[in-house]
C-alpha cells in the first residue's frame, strides 16, 4: 500500500482568498499549498484539502506503568499501553523524545493498528489504559480519537500525554473521548515558548483552564526543568500561584529532570536540587501534591495525605509501596479524600517495561 492511500480525511481546515488552506486544528495555523506538510510533519494538504499521514501507523506499542507517563493519582500501580507516531506541532529544543517527535521519515511508523486491534490488546494485556506519548496526540487527532472510542467500549481508559497547544473546537472534541491526561507546562514565560518551543504559553494556559473548569478528564502537569531557562525562584513561584489559583490546590505538579538532548546538548543536567526546590515552593504556594521525576527520589516520588501527612502511596521510581488509601481513595488514617481516580486496590505493574508488535 501506498502512503497517498493511508491518507485520512480531516476536518479542522478551511481554504484561504489566497489559495492555499489553512489547518485550524492548532495554533499555529499553517497555511498549506498543494503537496505542502504543516510543521509538525503529518497533516498535509493533499487534493485539495488537509489529510493526516499516519493513521493507523505508529512508533511502536510498549506496556508500561502509569506512574511513567507521569500520573500519580489516576490508578497507580496498573498497566498502561503507550504508543506514539512521528511528528510534533511544537518544536522544543530541549526534546527528550526527538528521534519520535521530531521524525521526517514515515518509515519511522514500523507498527500498524487499527483502533479496534490497540483497544482489544489493551484488554487482553491486562492493561488499564491506553496512552498516546512519545509525540503528542494533538497531531493525530483524528486517529486518537476513534482509538478512545474503541477503549471505551471495551472498559479500557484512554490517556492523553500532550503540550495541550490546541484549539478550541477540536480540544473540545478530543478532551470529550479521553480519562485522563498529563499536560507539560513547559514554563511560565512567553520568551521561554517563543525562545525554545517555537509556540506560545497563553493557548496551554486556555487547555489547562478548559480542563478544568469544562471536563472531568483526570489530569496532572509536568515542568522540564532546565538550567537558567525555566528554574528561577521567582517564575516557579508565579506558575504554581497561578495553578492554584485558576485550577486549584488539588491538581498534582511533576518537576522533572532534563539531560542534555536534541539541540541543547550544551545544556548542563538539572540538579536533583532544583526539584526538590521547585517541590517546595509548590507546596508553600499550595499545591496540595507536588513530586520530583527522571530522579530517584523516594520521598519526592510519593503521595501524602495533605491533611494529617500520612504517606499514601510510597514509590521507589515507579514501584509501588505503601498503600494508605481505603477503598473509596481516603486516608486510612484521618479519613480525607485523595483526589484522583483510584481502583479498590492498588496495581501490582511495577517497574516493567515491556514493549509490544501489534503489526501483522
Same mark, same amino acid.
Given at each position: 500500500?501506498?502512503e497517498?492511500q493511508?491518507?485520512?480525511?480531516?476536518r479542522?481546515?478551511?481554504?484561504?482568498?489566497?489559495?492555499?488552506i489553512?489547518?485550524?486544528?492548532?495554533?499555529?495555523q499553517?497555511?498549506?499549498?498543494e503537496?505542502?506538510?504543516?510543521?509538525?510533519?503529518?497533516?498535509?494538504?493533499?487534493?485539495?484539502?488537509v489529510?493526516?499521514?499516519?493513521y493507523?501507523?505508529?512508533?511502536?506499542?510498549?506496556?508500561?506503568?502509569i506512574?511513567k507517563?507521569p500520573l500519580n493519582?489516576? $490508578?497507580?500501580g496498573s498497566?498502561?499501553l503507550?504508543?506514539?507516531?512521528?511528528?510534533?506541532?511544537?518544536?522544543?529544543?530541549?526534546?527528550?523524545n526527538?528521534?519520535?517527535?521530531?521524525?521526517?521519515?514515515?518509515d519511522?511508523?514500523?507498527?500498524?493498528?487499527?483502533p479496534?486491534?490497540? =483497544?482489544?490488546?489493551?484488554r487482553?494485556?491486562?492493561?488499564?489504559?491506553?496512552?498516546?506519548?512519545?509525540?503528542?496526540?494533538v497531531?493525530?487527532h483524528?486517529? =486518537?480519537?476513534?482509538?478512545?472510542a474503541?477503549?471505551?467500549?471495551?472498559?479500557?481508559?484512554?490517556?492523553?500525554?500532550? =503540550?495541550?497547544?490546541?484549539c478550541a473546537?477540536?480540544?473540545?472534541?478530543?478532551?470529550?473521548?479521553?480519562?485522563?491526561?498529563n499536560?507539560?507546562?513547559?514554563?511560565?514565560?512567553?520568551?521561554?515558548?517563543r525562545?525554545?518551543?517555537?509556540?506560545?504559553l497563553?493557548?496551554?494556559?486556555?487547555?489547562?483552564?478548559? $480542563?478544568?473548569?469544562?471536563?472531568?478528564?483526570w489530569?496532572e $502537569?509536568?515542568?522540564?526543568?532546565?538550567?537558567?531557562? &525555566?528554574?528561577s525562584?521567582?517564575?516557579?513561584?508565579?506558575?504554581t500561584?497561578?495553578?492554584?489559583?485558576?485550577?486549584?490546590?488539588?491538581?498534582?505538579?511533576?518537576?522533572?529532570?532534563?539531560?542534555?538532548?536534541?539541540?541543547?546538548?550544551?545544556?548542563?543536567?538539572?540538579p536533583?536540587a532544583?526539584?526538590?526546590?521547585?517541590?517546595q515552593i509548590?507546596?508553600? &504556594?499550595?499545591?496540595?501534591?507536588?513530586?520530583?521525576?527522571?530522579?530517584?527520589?523516594?520521598h519526592g516520588?510519593?503521595t501524602y495525605c495533605?491533611r494529617?501527612?500520612t504517606?499514601?502511596?510510597?514509590?521507589?521510581?515507579?514501584?509501588?509501596?505503601?498503600? &494508605?488509601?481505603?477503598?473509596k481513595?481516603?486516608?486510612? &488514617?484521618? =479519613?480525607?479524600p485523595?483526589?484522583?481516580v483510584?481502583?479498590?486496590?492498588p496495581?501490582?505493574?511495577g517497574?516493567?517495561?515491556?514493549?509490544?508488535?501489534?503489526?501483522?
Amino acid at each position: 500500500m501506498t502512503e497517498q492511500q493511508e491518507y485520512f480525511p480531516t476536518r479542522y481546515w478551511q481554504r484561504l482568498a489566497d489559495g492555499r488552506i489553512q489547518c485550524d486544528l492548532c495554533p499555529r495555523q499553517c497555511r498549506l499549498r498543494e503537496g505542502q506538510r504543516g510543521l509538525c510533519f503529518v497533516r498535509l494538504r493533499h487534493e485539495d484539502s488537509v489529510v493526516l499521514a499516519t493513521y493507523g501507523r505508529s512508533s511502536g506499542f510498549c506496556i508500561d506503568p502509569i506512574e511513567k507517563k507521569p500520573l500519580n493519582h489516576f $490508578l497507580p500501580g496498573s498497566a498502561v499501553l503507550s504508543f506514539g507516531t512521528a511528528g510534533c506541532n511544537l518544536a522544543c529544543k530541549f526534546c527528550q523524545n526527538w528521534d519520535i517527535s521530531k521524525s521526517r521519515e514515515i518509515d519511522t511508523l514500523a507498527d500498524r493498528a487499527s483502533p479496534q486491534r490497540i =483497544a482489544q490488546a489493551a484488554r487482553d494485556r491486562g492493561c488499564s489504559s491506553v496512552a498516546f506519548t512519545y509525540n503528542d496526540p494533538v497531531i493525530f487527532h483524528e486517529y =486518537a480519537i476513534d482509538i478512545a472510542a474503541a477503549c471505551r467500549e471495551l472498559g479500557i481508559k484512554s490517556v492523553a500525554v500532550t =503540550a495541550g497547544y490546541i484549539c478550541a473546537e477540536p480540544r473540545a472534541e478530543f478532551f470529550n473521548v479521553m480519562d485522563a491526561a498529563n499536560v507539560d507546562l513547559k514554563a511560565f514565560s512567553e520568551r521561554f515558548y517563543r525562545k525554545l518551543c517555537g509556540g506560545e504559553l497563553q493557548p496551554v494556559l486556555e487547555t489547562l483552564e478548559y $480542563l478544568r473548569h469544562e471536563t472531568d478528564v483526570w489530569f496532572e $502537569l509536568t515542568t522540564l526543568l532546565i538550567p537558567g531557562e &525555566n528554574d528561577s525562584d521567582e517564575e516557579l513561584e508565579r506558575m504554581t500561584t497561578w495553578v492554584v489559583e485558576r485550577l486549584g490546590p488539588d491538581v498534582p505538579m511533576h518537576f522533572t529532570a532534563f539531560h542534555p538532548d536534541w539541540k541543547m546538548t550544551t545544556t548542563p543536567s538539572t540538579p536533583p536540587a532544583t526539584l526538590t526546590r521547585a517541590r517546595q515552593i509548590a507546596l508553600r &504556594n499550595g499545591i496540595r501534591y507536588a513530586y520530583t521525576g527522571n530522579v530517584h527520589d523516594a520521598h519526592g516520588g510519593s503521595t501524602y495525605c495533605h491533611r494529617c501527612a500520612t504517606q499514601l502511596i510510597g514509590r521507589d521510581w515507579y514501584a509501588l509501596g505503601t498503600w &494508605n488509601l481505603d477503598s473509596k481513595g481516603r486516608c486510612r &488514617n484521618c =479519613a480525607t479524600p485523595c483526589p484522583g481516580v483510584f481502583a479498590a486496590t492498588p496495581g501490582d505493574w511495577g517497574r516493567r517495561r515491556q514493549p509490544v508488535r501489534l503489526a501483522g
